[in-house]
């Protein structure tokens, strides 16, 4: 783990740590004698302490915490650092809790443990409208990124409604080829899909697949796939002061070798 990120992840310990499930989580993290099957064991008799607590709301909290310390050390860590975390969350989604007072599975407003992931799709809905806003500009720049990566990860194994939710990519994708002047970040997060998450993209623009809001209505169609390929090659060949930085044209180049390789293996 790099060191500024330990750096940050000494800074998070006290926060995290404040609750039971981020401990947790931190030990899954920064331990190497802390494996992701027991971590995923102790979430799992949280939640059952949870179910016994005579605390109100006991249940809402301790989901709400998982999931809280689940999106903040996805913000901290790089994308290639997030294998731990991402196995822990499609583990843990394996897990089923029995509802000894009412039988079958334990449930959370209509959620089920943990098949259901209680609470996360609302986290994640949060911290996608706040950007990840705290810090400098630069740390909040990073974790959105760092975010994006771990959720474009899971989508791209198919993870929960990941899978088939343009919520997230659309935007990011498409942002870039239709705005007047796409800043640095617009680029970024192109890529970051592209890399993490090319055949969850390819899918999307082959399938037509298309959001559920009227207000905002958007679909993939298959002509996005090469405007972003075009794009991302104007940038790598004339880039701007804007694009010109070594880290965003290294994304560049990861983002085109990714779509190529893509091309090649998927059925058109």
């Not at 090469?226 to 044209?249: C, I, N």
């Amino acid at each position: 783990m790099a060191d500024n990120t330990q750096n940050h992840m000494a800074s998070l310990y006290g926060s995290l740590c404040e609750t039971p499930e981020g401990e947790i989580l931190f030990r899954l993290i920064t331990g190497n004698d802390f494996s992701v099957a027991k971590a995923v064991e102790e979430t799992a008799a949280q939640t059952s302490i949870a179910a016994a607590s005579s605390v109100d709301d006991a249940l809402g909290s301790h989901s709400l915490n998982v999931a809280n310390a689940i999106y903040e050390l996805a913000m901290l860590l790089a994308p290639d650092e997030q294998s731990k975390l991402i196995n822990f969350v499609t583990y843990l989604q394996q897990v089923t809790i029995p509802d000894h007072e009412n039988g079958g599975e334990l449930e959370y407003e209509d959620k089920c443990f943990w098949t259901d992931m209680p609470q996360m799709s609302l986290i994640l809905a949060d911290y996608h409208a706040s950007g990840a806003s705290y810090g400098t500009e630069e740390e909040q720049g990073r974790h959105f990124q760092n975010c994006t990566a771990y959720v474009a990860q899971l989508s791209e194994i198919g993870f929960s409604f990941y899978g088939e939710d343009i919520s997230w990519n659309y935007s990011h994708l498409q942002r870039p080829v239709t705005k007047e002047s796409p800043t640095r970040m617009d680029a970024r997060l192109m890529c970051i899909w592209l890399i993490y998450a090319p055949k969850k993209v390819w899918l999307d623009v082959q399938l037509r697949r298309s959001s559920e809001n009227e207000m905002y209505p958007q679909q993939f169609l298959p002509e996005h796939w090469p405007q972003w390929k075009q794009f991302l090659q104007r940038v790598q060949q004339t880039p701007s002061d804007t694009f010109a930085d070594e880290e965003t044209q290294q994304l560049v180049r990861r983002a085109l070798h990714s779509m190529e390789k893509t091309e090649a293996a998927e059925p058109h």
